[in-house]
């Protein structure tokens, strides 16, 4: 079994089992953020120091990331963590194309794009050791993703307002700033939509005057409409809508994966496959997601054992129906923020209209962050970690026993 250094470093040399859960007596549930991205991802997140501090003002004891394809900030946060008193935990999120789920006109996950299926993996543990087998899949992605950030600037240098005001735009020129400004290796940066918007709209404030913004913006637009240049985060969803989307001028195909891929790579990783769920947080809830029960067969049929939520988007009764949904039926449940936009939200999940999500959420939410810290522990420990299981009282057995080891490995390293 192949474990990453940081990995085997920060959970190796901790207690062995017995020995750790004899040393902890009741833990109460603590608060939990299963899902951001760090820089140099696109987000509101400035750095590592900026995450951690944020998360210690804030309570959150065990912290995940989930950054697209380079995994080089993950090293320095996971000792950063640990330093402060936080459990750190690492992931993954992937895009990928399910060709069936297309061909029938079935959305699951994206509300737009029928097919396009978001996958996380939780528990990362080869992320700095990557086995052999894994790299060739791994490559694939990141140039895929880079290739088609490189088609969209092409054809954004070739849209007529931008290059008659002289603003051309390069891969490596937007990667290096990126670069300066978060602190972090360039080689480490891989451009997504949103960073060419805020280019986009960056070379504009640079070269075009204020009092010339407006009409500049709505020509760029192709709009007669007043638009707001105020603030600089609409402006940059704005630009990414009117040129970046689907049918609009700067748009490329994405380059996806299959979700057998995906959790391929996942598990190579050293993790085990998440699935991230939507429900009221797309306009309708997606034929693909279901009702409840509907989204626990989903999950079941593709051997899917634990699914987590970003519950901003939800309603909390609507949450907490699926949660409790999932969870009884032996799936274990977490949840996140993903701080994916320029925005700065707290790092506590909470629900729509910042409405708390309450003791019984949060105990979920808590268990299924353990047991993504308990499948790193165990799999530092040469153990297996997490594994989908077919039986559903097997499965709540595991996420029992992998919650409470998880919980203690939290205290400890608060403690240490």
Not at 257 to 267: D, M, N, S
Not at 289 to 294: F, L, N
Not at 380 to 408: S, T, V, Y
Request: charged share 20%; aromatic share 6%; proline share 5%.
């Amino acid at each position: 079994m192949t474990t990453g250094s940081t990995v085997q470093e920060i959970f190796g040399k901790l207690p062995d089992e017995v020995e750790l859960l004899a040393q902890s007596g009741e833990i109460s549930p603590l608060k939990t953020n299963a899902h951001i991205h760090l820089p140099p991802n696109f987000g509101s997140i400035k750095s590592i120091e900026h995450a951690i501090s944020k998360a210690k003002e804030e309570e959150i004891a065990v912290l995940g990331t989930a950054n697209y394809y380079d995994y080089g900030i993950y090293t320095p946060f996971a000792h950063a963590a640990v330093k402060a008193g936080v459990t750190p935990m690492f992931g993954i999120e992937i895009l990928t194309l399910d060709s069936d789920l297309q061909a029938a006109g079935i959305r699951t996950n994206d509300p737009k794009n029928a097919g396009k299926v978001y996958m996380c993996g939780r528990g990362l543990t080869n992320f700095d050791a990557i086995p052999e087998a894994s790299i060739p899949l791994w490559q694939r992605i990141r140039e895929g993703d880079k290739e088609r950030i490189i088609a969209m600037i092409a054809k954004l240098d070739a849209v007529e307002v931008l290059k008659d005001a002289g603003l051309s735009l390069t891969y490596d020129g937007i990667a290096q700033s990126i670069a300066d400004e978060k602190h972090v290796s360039v080689e480490t940066v891989f451009l997504q939509e949103r960073h060419l918007a805020q280019a986009v709209q960056k070379a504009i404030w640079a070269a075009v005057p204020e009092t010339q913004r407006p009409a500049f913006l709505q020509s760029l637009y192709q709009t007669d409409a007043s638009v707001a240049v105020e603030n600089v985060v609409k402006v940059q969803d704005e630009v990414r809508n009117a040129l970046l989307k689907q049918g609009k001028p700067a748009y490329i195909d994405e380059c996806f994966v299959t979700p057998q891929e995906a959790a391929q790579l996942i598990v190579g990783l050293g993790g085990y496959v998440s699935y991230p769920t939507l429900i009221d947080g797309a306009p309708e809830i997606l034929p693909g997601e279901g009702t409840p029960d509907e989204l626990v067969s989903g999950l079941l049929k593709q051997q899917t054992g634990a699914a987590e939520f970003i519950p901003v988007r939800n309603d909390r009764d609507v949450l907490t129906t699926y949660v409790k949904t999932l969870r009884e039926n032996g799936i274990a449940v977490a949840a996140g923020t993903e701080h994916n936009n320029a925005s700065w939200i707290p790092l506590l999940p909470s629900c729509v209209n910042n409405v708390p999500l309450g003791e019984e959420l949060t105990a979920i939410f808590w268990e299924g962050a353990c047991v993504a810290v308990a499948h790193q522990y165990l799999r530092a420990k040469g153990e297996p970690g997490f594994q989908f299981l077919a039986d559903n009282d097997e499965r709540e057995a595991q996420i029992q026993r992998m919650g409470r080891i998880g919980a203690c490995v939290v205290q400890h390293l608060a403690k240490a």
